[in-house]
């Protein structure tokens, strides 16, 4: 169920019989047909097990269920939208950013610090960002939120991609990430230019980077 970009921040979805598509809540914008919107308790094909695991770790933004037959248009708080086709692989996103995304896809959630170790968890407390991230698997689209527009950088064996932690919006693929410091004589005495953290990201995959440095 692709998505069709209507403009930097807006999207149309074609929804059809049989299918499903999971929208954040109060994101539509307008629709035509017979579609329907309903609440969603587990949140995807993650299930009861994957709903109370994103509730307890804080990955439980509220979503609808859509269903029907027609076209939705989506958008929310003016923010860029950009979509992410996925084949088989993995997006890692925080679930605040997703907009909507296929039905077809699996989500779960996953522990920063599984990746990361140690510096992941560092991570959540420097950036403000949960120490726990949503997943998306398998065949489907999904549309996620930015600031400013996004801007896809591949990330290659032996090509790390060193991104701020807060401009950072989502990565796919085989990426294991790490926050690594910059801290040297300038930034202890005040003069440096603040970018003390840096989120290094290796191994083969996309990452997502937003045109700003404010969270949503």
């Known amino acids: 169920m692709p998505f069709n970009v209507l403009?930097?921040?807006m999207v149309e979805a074609r929804v059809m019989p049989g299918q499903t598509l999971f929208s954040q809540r109060g994101a539509m914008l307008a629709y035509r047909g017979d579609v329907h919107f309903t609440p969603s308790i587990t949140g995807g094909q993650g299930g009861v097990r994957g709903?109370?695991?994103r509730r307890v770790t804080n990955e439980a933004t509220p979503l609808m269920t859509v269903e029907g037959q027609g076209t939705v248009m989506f958008?929310?708080?003016g923010h860029h939208v950009?979509?992410?086709d996925l084949?088989?692989?993995t997006l890692y996103v925080e679930s605040d950013r997703l907009l909507a995304f296929d039905g077809s896809l699996r989500?779960?959630?996953m522990f920063l610090g599984s990746q990361g170790g140690v510096m992941g968890m560092v991570r959540g407390q420097v950036t403000g960002q949960g120490l726990f991230t949503t997943t998306l698997e398998g065949h489907g689209s999904a549309a996620v939120m930015a600031h400013g527009g996004v801007l896809e950088l591949p990330i290659g064996p032996g090509r790390p991609v060193h991104v701020d932690p807060q401009a950072y919006v989502a990565h796919r693929g085989d990426v294991r990430n790490k926050l690594s410091t910059a801290i040297g004589w300038r930034e202890m005495v005040g003069?440096?230019?603040g970018e003390a953290f840096q989120l290094e990201l290796s191994g083969t995959g996309m990452v997502y980077v937003q045109a700003s440095e404010e969270k949503l």
Do not use: E, F, L, P
Request: hydrophobic fraction near 25%; glycine fraction near 28%.
């Open 191 to 193: 003069r440096g230019s």
């Open 82 to 84: 950009h979509v992410v």
């Open 7 to 9: 403009t930097s921040r």
């Open 107 to 109: 989500q779960g959630t």
């Open 75 to 77: 958008g929310h708080g």
């Open 51 to 53: 709903m109370i695991g």
């Open 87 to 89: 084949a088989g692989d």
